[in-house]
T-cell receptor, first 115, second 112 residues
Framework: AQSVTQLGSHVSVSEGALVLLRCNYS??????LFWYVQYPNQGLQLLLK??????LVKGINGFEAEFKKSETSFHLTKPSAHMSDAAEYFC?????????????FGTGTRLTIIP | NAGVTQTPKFQVLKTGQSMTLQCAQD?????MSWYRQDPGMGLRLIHYSVGAGITDQGEVPNGYNVSRSTTEDFPLRLLSAAPSQTSVYFC???????????FGQGTRLTVV
């Protein structure tokens, strides 16, 4: 069975500082990986996804993530935090082969930006 | 393009009452699902459907029913509401099961 672990339920960074949100996955076959963002009182919105090809994936709002198979990781980064980045972030995994595996979500990381 | 539409946005129920949360998508997606979101627990899958007429249970199905009579609609029924069902409910649709999910805005349900 696949699973996702997000290290740190709460992360605080200063405005302008590097944002790093950690995600590790387990999957017996090549994974599809996703990061979603949830702003207060909103649904989840896709930030970026990795399916195949380039392991460094760029998403919306200046975020990017790198798929590292050897480390089973898909950490989310942004070079310079903005106040508008304050939100909850979810990592999710599914399997690349067509089958019955559904998206599995991590428990989320709440990002706070310190002015 | 409306995407995924959920109604209502807010609901308060008394213990034992029943109700239906509505979900509709206009993207002709095969796969639809219902999640509940609780603090510290992320999103947990309640029920899902891989196409009209086909539904299956997720991680936390007890106390909920679903049906999928059309591709567009996937209502979630609470049969006899309990305080433990106080949560935020999200409907999502995917082109296929393992592709990106598109989420509705959520329904905040309180059972008193």
């Amino acid at each position: 069975a696949q699973s996702v672990t997000q290290l740190g339920s709460h992360v605080s960074v200063s405005e302008g500082a590097l944002v790093l949100l950690r995600c590790n996955y387990s999957s017996s076959v090549p994974p599809y990986l996703f990061w979603y963002v949830q702003y207060p009182n909103q649904g989840l919105q896709l930030l970026l996804k990795y399916t195949t090809g380039a392991t460094l994936v760029k998403g919306i709002n200046g975020f990017e993530a790198e798929f590292k198979k050897s480390e089973t990781s898909f950490h989310l980064t942004k070079p310079s935090a903005h106040m508008s980045d304050a939100a909850e972030y979810f990592c999710a995994v599914s399997k690349a082969n067509f089958g019955n595996e559904k998206l599995t979500f991590g428990t989320g990381t709440r990002l706070t930006i310190i002015p | 393009n409306a995407g995924v539409t959920q109604t209502p946005k807010f609901q308060v129920l008394k213990t034992g009452q029943s109700m239906t949360l509505q979900c509709a998508q206009d993207m002709n997606h095969e796969y639809m699902s219902w999640y509940r979101q609780d603090p510290g627990m992320g999103l947990r899958l309640i029920h899902y459907s891989v196409g009209a007429g086909i539904t299956d249970q997720g991680e936390v199905p007890n106390g909920y029913n679903v049906s999928r009579s059309t591709t567009e609609d996937f209502p979630l029924r609470l049969l006899s509401a309990a305080p433990s069902q106080t949560s935020v409910y999200f409907c999502a649709s995917n082109l296929r099961q393992n592709t990106e999910a598109f989420f509705g805005q959520g329904t905040r349900l309180t059972v008193v």
